[in-house]
């Protein structure tokens, strides 16, 4: 296998030289984007935009027609796996993903298995497939997951957004059966992660949504542990290439040493994290990815191209950057400012070999 003609995004994942700070955003392929609502009503809702791959390659391409971002990501959504496990998965208006069957005892945990990834996620990799082949080599294509902590936080609270009354309750009262849970979705984003490599994803990124309402102990034990063991299961090499790991904690900046050890190659930041202070903390263990405030792309160009060099400059010369938001793109920001981001960050001249 051969890198993309821009491989600038797995040159600085990798701490290589780079002719420029690649750069994409998290929800890149989102409501933001006018053809990409028009597709979604095409496909007349959420769910079947993410099992449709026809669909989910129109969309993962569409901000790649209008800017021009130096990779891909799949156009799916993290809670695929607790799906595919019979949670039943849905969208309430306005409320974000919901559970018809979430897991709140010890039966329905230990009821749980890992899915066949081949028959139940089948629409997934048949995605990543159709979008490599679209792509046709021009910039690389990355994979993804939820981590096991965040999938599992999704599976007891049955939604998003909330205190973590339930998941906190049973990693204080029954850790036991929360590791059990996390064992049966470490092994199931290992396998998912593993088949979207075979299907063509050249990085592969592990999203820890909610890490970050954990304890330091907590956190360690119950997130960090699960995300490692996924890393370490991971195939690093596929077809003579290196696959890059990037792992995301948004809220996770006051473990950042201890994120770098877990043997991905990159670490998210979100926007709270000043980066110069990241870089400094783990030094060249692992490349940097982040962390534009996505509130920035609300303000005006010239803010936009001030906030874009204030986060380059904190990063430094030198390789190891990609550029991103700290968290998701807003359905509320004007296309013309991501397209403004993008030529900030191509155009800033700076020491990156």
Sequence with gaps: MTRP????????????????????????????????????????SFLDLCRNPDLATEV???????FPLDAAILFSDILTIPDAMGLGLYFADGEGPRFERPVRDAAAIRALAVPDIDAELRYVTDAVAQIRRALDGSVPLIGFSGSPFTLA???????????????????????ALLHHLLDVNARAVTAYLRAQVEAGAQALMIFDTWGGALTGPAY?????????????????????????????????????????????????????????????????????????????????????????????????????HVFNLGHGISRLTPPEHVAALVHAVHAYPRALS
């Excluded at 993962?60 to 209008?66: D, E, I, N, S």
């Excluded at 090499?237 to 950042?256: A, C, M, N, S, Y």
Aim: net charge negative; charged share 25%.
């Design 5 to 44: 003609r821009n491989d600038s995004f797995l040159r600085a994942l990798l701490r290589e030289p780079v002719p420029h700070t690649p750069i994409w955003v998290m929800r890149q392929a989102g409501r933001y984007l006018p053809e990409y609502n028009a597709t979604r009503a095409r496909a007349g």
């Design 153 to 175: 936080c999704y599976m007891v609270e049955g939604q998003g957004g909330t205190d973590f009354e339930r998941v906190k309750t049973l990693l204080y009262a029954e850790p």
């Design 220 to 320: 360690r034990e119950f997130s960090l542990e699960y995300m490692t063991r996924v890393v370490a299961d991971l195939p690093r090499d596929h077809d003579g290439e290196r696959v890059p790991v990037i792992v995301f904690t948004k809220g996770g900046g006051q473990w950042l040493e201890a994120i770098a050890a877990c043997g991905a190659d990159a670490v998210g930041l979100d926007w709270t994290v000043d980066i110069a202070d990241a870089r400094r903390r783990v030094g060249d263990k692992v490349a940097l990815q982040g962390n534009l405030d996505p509130g920035v792309l609300f303000s005006t160009p010239a803010a936009i191209a001030a906030e874009a060099h204030r986060v380059l400059d904190g990063f430094g010369g030198g390789t190891g």
């Design 60 to 66: 993962t391409l569409q901000p790649l027609a209008r």
